[in-house]
């Protein structure tokens, strides 16, 4: 019988990037609790947090102030996001030297597909000890990283064993690693899917994947829980999109129900913008041509795209073009079920130049404000910030 090759997908984390790179620079703050975000007093968040941080419970995404309160003698900085940004890219090409298959997942995560690895280097805990290690020779940080058969668990090897972490499940572990897991360290569940969850008694991916699925339909909807058994199941996707390969960048959502109000769907292309733009500036991405995709009820679908003048990343500039397509002539007054934003048609914008966000001085206010939300963003999912977007008339 023939076997296709064993598929092997590494999931590299770099360990409190923001607080490791100031202790890196800094002798002094080394074996310190170090808080980076905003400024204790003021109203903000925890971007990052050193491992001496977290043992007084210093998580990011926290308030600012609880930090301050848990630990006042923790020094606390500023995000110096160049620096971050700088380092981002020295530990990509690292990786580009393993591998041209490298996929962006935000500044300081990446997955790599290492299948072909194997004949070069070794079994797969020795491309992950390369990785690891080439890592540090180039910039004296430590990573975590995960390698199994599909992204999911790479993702959850790399969360496994931190910092300084290589945990390698073969196809045979997977059950075994998956099985004592909280459900909530699998993908896309919410504090209302974990709710739920936690009524039905299934606190562990041994339970959830126990329960006959039409239980789990009934509280969660066929799609929630065909799409959470399977992950309980291991059974993820394994293909690994490097960044050079990639045309477009979009996101979509489907309503529950028909949605007839105008002011949600254009709630919702602001959250898809942002979540485009934000996506777009991890990669270091500038599109000239915004795409807006509508389905109504029936499936009837309609793509629209506009090319505008310069290229964007500025959630902005998508939202406003996005609107403008909305608003022409021809779409249909229907109840919408879906809604998508996407941005292509790269611009020669080179990652390692520090500005991509155009060159106008009026600019420089509104791009730190977006470079301290993709921060954050990135660090904890879209949607904990996010702009107001003034009307299309002042962009
Ligand atoms: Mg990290």
Redesign the pocket.
Known sequence: MHHPPQRWIAHM?????FASCEQRDDPALRGRPVVVGARPGQRGVVAAASYEARRYGIRSAMPIAEAARRCPHAVYLRPDLEKYRRVSRQVFEVLGTLTPSVETASI??AYLDVSGLERLLGPPDTIGREIKHRIHAATGLTASVGIGPNRLIAKLGSEYRKPDGLTVVSPAQVADFLAPMPVGNLRGLGPQTLKILDRLGIRTVARLRAMPLHVLEQHLGRHAAAGFLRQAEGIAPDRVIPDRARKSISKETTFATDCTNPDVVHATLRRLAAEVARTARGEGLAGTVVTLKIRYAGFETHTRQRKRAAATCDEREILETAVQLLHARGLPDKPVRLVGVGISEWSATDTTQPDLFDSPQRRTAGRQVLRTIDAVSEKFGHGKLQLGVPPASDT
Not at 13 to 17: P, S
Request: no cysteine; hydrophobic share 45%.
């Open positions: 984390d770099l360990d409190a990037f300081d995560e």
